[in-house]
């Protein structure tokens, strides 16, 4: 559900017209709605308190790193898993406590550990040997002992696409299953750390619930291992990846999946931290972009969009599907063709729907790409020396724009000569 629908036939977000943000902020443009963001929110915190958990909800900022949305998920009790000293400062920036934010990634430098050590944040995540004798090091020379999880790799196929799958002992994450055990030993021998937690992410976008079940079956067993062997166990960090409708998926909703956190995990008598990110935001965003020509081709008929893979990557990356609708809904009964929608960008990748059924569309016209909340604004680049698109937050009948769009200057001045060129 959310709060992007037609009113008079203009698409409004909450109580705004689309047609009035584009006026004022120029195309292309992201846009957030609040309610779907506190919707979202509260429908997650409810089902897991609904099924009797303990828990924290950690924002996954990867998703969408916008301070205006981390503020306002924030507001509403939210923590943060974050994954890079820029997200961590990002949630900081937002309000989120330091206490609510746990730090994951492969690839955490000592500068990284440094900062997240120095802040006091709740839990990091770690993921490899080498990592957890830094961590340790780092922490110790503060005269800290850092609270950790150890991220497990369950081996567990999520089931989702394979470049979002990460559960997998193939994949790059976590420890494997069968040495975590042993690297739990270690880490207890170690000055800096404590073993507190057992983290565990299998993939994104997962449609079923069954995979989710499979892992928090593993970590059940592994729970029971180490806390035979004297550790305290005492929270469960379960991932995100609950996956969103983007093309008629129905993915557990979230009392379906607390009630299998509970059914796996509920009497283990651990805080069960959370880190969801797309079910979040995904349906809290919409990106709004401008026909710049209609052409006709030989074979089809293409919409050249002022949008482009730089700017939602997902359909070039994956396939993904983002539903097309023309902001100014269609006389009733106006036909449809099958129209390319593409971007300026110079790659024939950048397509972001193959014969998409939409009325007719003319130059000028705004269309709108539909779930683009996460991994969207947050995935975007400047390819092809394009700005990053600004993004727009409403509430009821407001709007601000939360991130400007740089001018051509700006992006300048961040590039300079070397002497031996001037
Ligand atoms: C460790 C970790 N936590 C949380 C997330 C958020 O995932 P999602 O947006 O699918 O909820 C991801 C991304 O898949 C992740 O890698
Ligand atoms: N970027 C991916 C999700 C990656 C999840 C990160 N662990 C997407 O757009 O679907």
């Known amino acids: 559900m959310n709060h992007f629908d037609y009113v008079n036939g203009t698409l409004h977000a909450e109580g705004v017209p689309v047609t009035d943000i584009a006026a004022r902020v120029g195309t292309p443009f992201y846009c957030y709605s609040t309610a779907t963001l506190v919707r979202h929110y509260t429908v997650f915190a409810e089902a897991l308190a609904k099924a009797g958990l303990d828990a924290t909800v950690c924002f996954a900022l990867k998703a969408n790193s916008n301070v205006a949305v981390v503020r306002t998920l924030a507001d509403l009790g939210a923590g943060a898993d974050v994954v890079s000293e820029g997200e961590l400062r990002q949630a900081l920036k937002a309000g989120v406590p330091a206490d609510r934010i746990v730090f994951s990634g492969v690839g955490k430098t000592r500068r990284e550990l440094e900062f997240a050590v120095a802040k006091g944040i709740m839990q990091i995540n770690v993921e490899s040997e080498p990592e957890l004798e830094l961590l340790s090091q780092v922490a110790a020379e503060r005269g800290v002992k850092m609270p950790i999880a150890l991220r497990v790799n369950p081996d567990v196929d999520a089931g989702t696409h394979a470049k979002i799958t990460t559960g997998k002992k193939e994949n790059k994450f976590g420890i494997e299953w069968t040495r975590a055990h042993e690297v739990y030993r270690k880490a207890r021998a170690l000055p800096g750390v404590e073993p507190v937690a057992i983290a565990c992410h299998i993939g994104s976008q997962l449609t079923e619930i069954e995979p989710f079940s499979a892992a928090f079956r593993r970590v059940r067993d592994l729970v029971a291992m180490l806390r035979a062997d004297g550790f305290d166990i005492r929270h469960l960090d379960l991932g995100g990846g609950l996956g969103v409708p983007y093309d008629g ?143 727009v937050l409403v509430d009821g009948d407001r709007f601000a724009v939360v991130r400007a769009r740089p001018s051509f200057e700006e992006m300048a001045a961040l590039e300079s000569l070397p002497d031996w060129l001037e």
């Open 249 to 391: 998926e129905t993915p557990p909703s979230p009392d379906v999946y607390a009630q299998a956190i509970k059914a796996e995990l509920g009497d283990l008598g651990c805080r069960v931290v959370l880190e969801p990110g797309r079910v979040l935001v995904g349906n809290a965003g919409i990106l709004v972009s401008r026909v710049v020509y209609m052409k006709e081709g030989s074979t089809r008929t293409f919409a050249i969009v002022d949008a482009a893979m730089n700017d939602l990557v997902r359909p070039a990356m994956y396939e993904a599907f983002h539903g097309i609708d023309p902001v100014t809904q269609p006389a009733a009964g106006a036909p449809r063709q099958p129209v390319d929608v593409v971007g300026p960008v110079c790659e024939t990748g950048d397509t972001f729907a193959k014969q998409c059924p939409l009325p007719p569309l003319a130059a000028g016209d705004l269309v709108v790409f539909r779930t683009a909340g996460a991994y969207g604004a947050a995935m975007s680049s400047t390819y092809n020396s394009r700005p990053l698109v600004p993004e």
